[in-house]
Every structure is written in C-alpha cells, then in structure tokens.
C-alpha cells in the first residue's frame, strides 16, 4: 500500500494524489506542493491514506511542507500582481481590438508564469499580445481559452435552484449532460428551461439520471399493458417520480383510472417501431452501360 494525500488547487477543482514526505496532514491545511510546473499552492482535500499502487500514477510529487507566514505574505503578493495583470491585460486587448474576453489570471506561486484565462467565440491570434505582457511583466506569458462552463466554475453564482453553481460548489470535473436525459425525465424541452446560467444544459440532469434509470426499471412504460386489482388495461401515462400511472381498461367504455404501480403486474412491454430500411436508388440505364464497359 501507498500513502498519499489528495491537493485541490482550485475550488471544487480536480484532486491530485502527492506523496505526504512524512508529514501528518488534516483536511482543508494549506499547503506548498512540487509540480512539474514548479512550486505551487493547494488546499488538502483528502488527509493520509493507503491506497492500492495500482489505483496511482507513479511517481508522486511530494507534499514540501506546510504554508508558512512568509509563503501566505507571497502568496498575498502574487494576489495584488494577478489583480494588476489583469487591468494591463484588459488595457492591451482593447488596443489590439481582439474579439476575447478576459475571465481570470493566475501567478504561479514562485512566480515563474502569468497564466491569463479568457473566452472567444473563435480562434484568436494572441501572439503580439503575449508579447506586449511579456515586456511588461518580463516572466513567462501564457494565454488559455476557456469554455462558457469553466468560465462559470471560475466565477460562480446561483441557479435557478437558488443553491450555489454544482460545478463551483462540489463538482471536480464536469459531466457529460445530453438533451436524452432530459427528455427521460419528463421535462419541457424548452432551452431556457434547461440550461443552466452558462447557456449549456443544467448539470443536474446528469446528477438525477441515476435514480430515473431505476424507476424506470420498476415502472410500466406509456403503451404497455399491465394487470390490475381492476382488470387488465394499457397504461396512458406514467410519473416516475409519485409512482403513479394512468390506465385504460380494455372495455372502451370503462373511465381510465389512477393506480400505483406497485399493483400493476405488466404483461407486454410497448412494441418498438423497427427502423426503416432505406431503398437504394435504381441505376439508370446509362450507368449500367458504363459499368460493363469499364468491366470490359
């Protein structure tokens, strides 16, 4: 077994696996840690473990010590140089007339790079603004486009939930969420109805499909024919949620009716239309021709 400690460096951004060098490390300790990028900067998320060393990617970079006085006043520093890159940045870009918008800065802890987040609808040539950063900040420049998600993990807010932003708040690595889900869940299809503050679907879909896949598996589906305490009828409609179902009996005249779905015994699953093949278009009598003779 392998000791290790789990480092975020960012809010509710990925965790990674460091080598604790024989120190004792509690949950939510600032920390100063080696990366291939330098020293950096991070909040323990997960405090000593074992774990199997097969689970790991080795070799781990190791845990250099515990956030001294001197490192948070460096750390205060590098603060007031991100704020201060971030008006020149703004300043450049208005000059050079580029079509981008400037979400975050960030200074490596030892201040070896400034790296400058921002968004675009398209491609950009940045490459005489890094050199315009670079003559005024004389360390390494570099520049990342960001999509409209990570831009509101960076800043974070409200949903329509009125809780704070799943992706600020917990989530480490973003889901893939698709229109399917939603319309499993009985949703309207309605973009602004499901879409979250960044314009792309809510990632709560994503979080509520697990437990839709297992009440779909104990529910009867819209079209099939169940067995009641009332007799045998087909089921018009369905809530996954109350459990309750919406059944037409087989006499025409009887009134549809309401029942749980814990008294219905289904008895034949909706059929599913098969799709349909597509015919070929017929060769023309040309075409034909100019076969043979280039088979000739």
């Known amino acids: 077994m392998t000791e290790i400690v789990g480092?975020?460096?960012?809010?509710?951004?990925?965790?990674?696996?460091?080598?604790?060098?024989?120190?004792?490390?509690q949950m939510g300790q600032k920390v100063i840690v080696e990366t291939q990028k330098g020293l950096e900067y991070g909040?323990?998320?997960?405090?000593?473990?074992?774990?199997?060393?097969?689970?790991?990617?080795?070799?781990?970079?190791?845990?250099?010590?515990?956030?001294?006085?001197?490192d948070l006043r460096q750390l205060e520093q590098n603060r007031q140089?991100?704020?201060?890159?971030f008006h020149i940045c703004e300043q450049k870009i208005e000059q050079r007339g580029l079509n981008m918008?400037?979400?975050?800065?960030?200074?490596?802890?030892?201040?070896?790079?400034l790296l400058f987040y921002f968004t675009a609808d398209s491609r950009v040539d940045f490459r005489e603004l890094v050199k315009d950063l670079a003559s005024v900040f004389r360390m390494r420049i570099?520049?990342?486009?960001?999509?409209?998600?990570?831009?509101?993990?960076m800043f974070g807010g409200l949903g329509v939930c009125g809780r704070e932003f799943c992706c600020?708040?917990?989530?480490?690595?973003?889901q893939p969420v698709s229109i399917k889900m939603a319309k499993e869940q009985g949703l309207s299809l309605n973009p602004t109805k499901i879409s979250g503050t960044c314009g792309r679907l809510m990632c709560c879909l994503k979080h509520e499909q697990a437990v839709y896949d297992e009440l779909q598996k104990i529910t009867p589906r819209i079209g099939s024919y169940v067995k009641t305490p009332h007799g045998k009828?087909?089921?018009?409609?369905?809530?996954l949620i109350t459990g309750m179902l919406r059944i037409k009996p087989e006499n025409e005249d009887d009134v549809p009716y309401?029942?749980?779905?814990?008294?219905?015994?289904?008895?034949?699953?909706?059929?599913?239309?098969?799709?349909?093949?597509?015919?070929?278009?017929?060769k023309k009598r040309g075409e034909k021709q100019d076969k043979k003779r280039n088979d000739k």
């Open 7 to 25: 480092v975020r460096f960012q809010n509710s951004g990925k965790v990674y696996y460091f080598a604790p060098n024989g120190l004792s490390l």
């Open 43 to 70: 909040i323990v998320a997960l405090p000593n473990r074992r774990v199997d060393p097969d689970t790991i990617v080795s070799p781990l970079k190791n845990v250099v010590r515990i956030m001294t006085e001197e």
């Open 81 to 85: 140089k991100e704020k201060r890159a």
């Open 101 to 113: 918008k400037l979400v975050d800065v960030n200074c490596a802890f030892d201040n070896s790079k």
């Open 142 to 153: 570099e520049l990342r486009q960001i999509g409209v998600r990570d831009e509101a993990k």
């Open 168 to 174: 600020r708040g917990y989530l480490g690595d973003f």
């Open 233 to 239: 009828g087909k089921v018009e409609d369905a809530n």
């Open 258 to 282: 309401t029942i749980d779905r814990s008294e219905c015994e289904q008895l034949q699953r909706p059929k599913q239309p098969r799709p349909q093949k597509q015919e070929k278009e017929p």
